[in-house]
């Protein structure tokens, strides 16, 4: 059942197959729907009978048809594989009701999801992400020979639908449909006010801290924790660019990390999504950070032959701005040589046939401090 649960769509066109689900959502979530396949039979040419259409459906996952539901279940699914003489079609369709993770499954494809939910209060918004973005491509559920896809989701609410953007089509005051293909380019929404909530409400709480990565650059680490944990994931953004997402772990917390963020202030924002978004409510955190890091036109080098003897130094150490402190400390295969911390390092004995580089550290304030290691100098002379 699941696996048809990914499809939605009314309208076939060349080669392509047709999803289409048609779900209501009682006032206490409880969810009654059907979801219909339908695949052209040309795109098939293997298939000419209704039993081996369903052994295709069969060696895709699909449930057995008329599926019974198990009676510990919390949802039942009546399912059947069958044909359209008239348009050429092989069809299978599963009637479902149950709790509101049926809806969850019924808009997403091969686990893969591309419509979202998520609920503050009364206010539900729902979102359909570009085709691109949901992972799916042209023939997301594997069947040979269909080239092209085509979806339609239709939802009613025991609400009010207050707005549609994009595509998305607002049937009347309690109904919104979602209608596309894989070409869908633009997101689609609509936001529902419903008559009443019982939701138990989230609160987010978002930090962030920034390590040099490189110079200009920097890396930065997020930690966003719930006030009580509940499953579903975290989205980050930098202002309004995605940066990612991470499920929320038990403890109602989620890290998350980014590279190459650039000098200047940042604000960061997070989300909560709650898998049971119709129990629990969304929320949201934000942070601004502000950073600054040492510039360098040329990276720094070790000067000097590697032969025992002779006196290395640090080179072409020319940081923007001047930093307040360096630190040096030179290292003998990677590993701190005791009491070697100055400007220039005389190469003894011990070091004869091994690599000799320096750790440098800079410091300055209101500037991220920033620790490097240069490349290693092998010493091949006595």
């Not at 409400?201 to 920034?210: H, P, R, Y």
């Not at 800079?362 to 290693?376: A, N």
Request: hydrophobic letters at 35%.
């Amino acid at each position: 059942m699941k696996k048809l649960f990914g499809i939605a769509s009314a309208i076939l066109l060349l080669s392509g197959c047709a999803l289409s689900s048609t779900y209501t959502i009682a006032s206490d979530g409880k969810v009654s729907g059907t979801s219909t396949f339908a695949v052209p039979k040309s795109a098939l040419r293997n298939v000419s009978t209704a039993e081996q259409w369903a052994a295709v459906l069969l060696s895709n996952n699909f449930p057995s048809p008329s599926a019974s539901p198990s009676p510990s279940s919390s949802e039942s699914a009546n399912c059947e594989a069958g044909e359209n003489v008239e348009l050429a079609q092989w069809t299978y369709t599963c009637t479902a009701t149950g709790d509101i993770s049926v809806l969850g499954q019924a808009t997403s494809v091969t686990g893969s999801p591309n419509m979202k939910f998520t609920r503050e209060g009364k206010t539900v918004r729902i979102v359909q992400a570009p085709s691109g973005d949901s992972g799916d491509s042209g023939n997301p559920i594997g069947l040979t020979g269909i080239s092209l896809f085509f979806t339609t989701t239709t939802i009613t609410f025991p609400g009010l639908v207050t707005t549609v953007s994009g595509d998305a089509e607002k049937v009347d005051d309690k109904t919104v449909r979602f209608a596309a293909d894989e070409s869908q380019s633009t997101e689609m929404s609509a936001t529902v006010v419903l008559d009443s909530s019982s939701s138990t409400a989230t609160s987010l709480n978002l930090t962030a801290k920034a390590s040099p990565l490189a110079a200009g650059s920097a890396d930065v680490e997020f930690t966003a924790s719930l006030g009580a944990p509940a499953a579903g994931q975290v989205v980050f953004f930098d202002g309004d660019t995605l940066l990612g997402s991470v499920d929320v772990d038990e403890q109602g917390i989620a890290k998350f990390g980014t590279s190459g963020q650039l000098d200047g202030t940042h604000n960061y924002q997070a989300e909560f999504e709650p898998k049971d978004w119709w129990n629990i409510d969304a929320s949201r955190a934000q942070v601004s950070l502000t950073f600054k890091t040492f510039q360098m036109a040329n990276y720094p080098n070790i000067s000097g032959a590697g032969k025992v003897g002779k006196t290395l130094s640090l080179a072409n150490l020319k940081p923007t701005p001047v930093p307040a402190s360096v630190s040096r400390q030179w290292l003998r295969n990677g590993k701190a040589i005791a009491g070697k911390t100055g400007k220039t390092y005389k190469v003894v004995a011990a070091d004869f046939k091994k690599k000799i580089s320096v750790r440098v550290t800079l410091r300055k304030t209101g500037y991220l401090p920033i620790t490097f290691d240069t490349s290693e100098l092998r010493i091949s002379k006595r």
